[in-house]
């Protein structure tokens, strides 16, 4: 397992007393590798707080490579879906490690100690480089539950060739193993203004695509 640590933040005493919470959970049983292609993948979740977003903590997911060289990265991301149509766009954070070796059965990828505010609903993204040739290949580790046990996603996934695009594999749910812990930032009370931020939110994710349900 490969471990990473970020910097923590201290809160203001103003702010109200919150706690560290499991937001999303997809980690299980591997069902089979999804080979990136050269391209860089990206599954948009949504956390399971009912609140405006959150402060990310820790971050999982699982990764796989196979006959790759040295010098062979992953570069993982974390985007606001704020693109045309809801693609992701701006970065939020991210991180670029060496492999060092090959994990062809799959290596879980732990960062703790981070400090990521997000969005409700978010995309986080793996690119990977330098491979090497002679059929060196890297991608993601894909689950065999129908969906997360906390918070949820879509069956589909978006990925960037140059230009993001939404993909999907007809009669299959592409459905990568990754975890989120983290502090959820609650809905101010009382506040109508709050009210209604949290029920735009609510219609742009149900506009674009009902989770799980239809793309």
């Not at 089979?32 to 820790?58: E, H, K, M, P, S």
């Not at 060496?98 to 409700?120: E, K, M, Q, R």
């Not at 046990?149 to 993001?164: A, F, I, L, Q």
Request: proline share 5%.
């Amino acid at each position: 397992m490969l471990k990473k640590s970020g910097l923590a933040c201290l809160v203001a005493a103003s702010v109200l007393a919150l706690h560290a919470d499991s937001l999303y959970d997809n980690l299980g049983t591997p069902a089979g590798t999804f080979d990136a292609q050269g391209n860089q993948i990206g599954d948009q979740i949504i956390l399971a707080d009912l609140g405006v977003g959150a402060n990310i903590t820790d971050f999982s997911f699982e990764l796989y490579s196979i006959g790759v060289s040295p010098s062979a990265a992953y570069t993982v991301s974390i985007l606001a879906n704020d693109g045309a149509g809801g693609a992701p766009s701006t970065s939020l954070w991210s991180d670029t490690y060496t492999f060092g070796t090959s994990y062809p059965s799959g290596t879980l990828v732990s960062y703790s100690g981070l400090s990521i505010d997000v969005p409700h609903s978010f995309t986080w993204a793996v690119s990977f480089s330098a491979l090497g040739g002679g059929g060196a290949q890297a991608g993601l580790v894909l689950s065999t539950a129908a969906g997360p046990s906390v918070g949820d996603n879509y069956t589909d996934y978006w990925m960037n060739n140059g230009t993001w695009n939404l993909n999907y594999v007809p009669g299959s749910t592409i459905n990568f193993l990754a975890a989120i812990s983290g502090t959820a930032i609650p809905v101010p009370e009382p506040s109508s203004v709050a009210l209604f931020g949290l029920g735009a939110v609510a219609l742009l994710v149900w506009g674009r695509r009902s989770l799980r349900l239809s793309r």
